[in-house]
T-cell receptor, first 116, second 111 residues
Framework: GAGVSQSPSNKVTEKGKDVELRCDPI?????LYWYRQSLGQGLEFLIY????????KSGLPSDRFSAERTGGSVSTLTIQRTQQEDSAVYLC??????????????FGSGTRLTVV | KQEVTQIPAALSVPEGENLVLNCSFT??????LQWFRQDPGKGLTSLLL?????REQTSGRLNASLDKSSGRSTLYIAASQPGDSATYLC??????????FGTGTRLTVIP
């Protein structure tokens, strides 16, 4: 697609439920990143994919968080047993791989998750 | 670990003024630096990307400079407009796996 697409744009869920957030990167972008932005806070790195593999999962805050990427394209971030502190905007970005001429990041519009 | 700092944290200017936003980073080994704007409740919009070998990039009323050796970048906005009001973030890319973001400068342009 023309840009990075995230769905849903808004999600309200009850504490304890599982949620799945989807990111569809720009076609041809092999690198994909997930960030989290809590209210009034900076961007917190969660996980990075190069193709379908995730060389860096260091930012995932707990084992309730997991992510996968299939076909080198769409990625899903899953949060199990959601807690109120998981409420945030989850942002996805994609880029061309290192070594190409222009590998700036392009961000999606984010998914605003509210856990009640 | 790379640390990115932006000064000031907040800035208010009257419409029409030229202004400069500052970004500093602690490790000069970067591939590029990118400036973004973020409107309230929205995602990030890329403004300018400067490769490590470049000194500056321009787009319309925006000009970004990079001094890698001193770990500094500036974003210059000419003839500011109320529509420029947003939070501006700089981010450095030390390698393939991450962007390190600054703390942001919240800009308000007063009509």
């Amino acid at each position: 697609g023309a840009g990075v697409s995230q769905s849903p744009s808004n999600k309200v869920t009850e504490k304890g439920k599982d949620v799945e957030l989807r990111c569809d990167p720009i076609s041809g972008h092999t690198a994909l990143y997930w960030y989290r932005q809590s209210l009034g806070q900076g961007l917190e790195f969660l996980i990075y994919f190069q193709g379908n593999s995730a060389p860096d999962k260091s930012g995932l805050p707990s084992d309730r968080f997991s992510a996968e990427r299939t076909g080198g394209s769409v990625s899903t971030l899953t949060i199990q047993r959601t807690q109120q502190e998981d409420s945030a905007v989850y942002l996805c970005a994609s880029s061309l791989a290192l070594g190409t001429t222009n590998y700036g990041y392009t961000f999606g519009s984010g998914t605003r998750l509210t856990v009640v | 670990k790379q640390e990115v700092t932006q000064i000031p944290a907040a800035l208010s200017v009257p419409e029409g003024e030229n202004l400069v936003l500052n970004c500093s980073f602690t490790d000069s080994a970067i591939y590029n630096l990118q400036w973004f704007r973020q409107d309230p409740g929205k995602g990030l919009t890329s403004l300018l990307l400067i490769q490590s070998s470049q000194r500056e990039q321009t787009s319309g009323r925006l000009n970004a400079s990079l001094d890698k050796s001193s770990g500094r970048s500036t974003l210059y906005i000419a003839a500011s407009q109320p529509g420029d009001s947003a939070t501006y973030l700089c981010a450095v890319r030390p390698g393939a796996n991450n962007l390190f973001f600054g703390t942001g400068t919240r800009l308000t342009v007063i009509p």
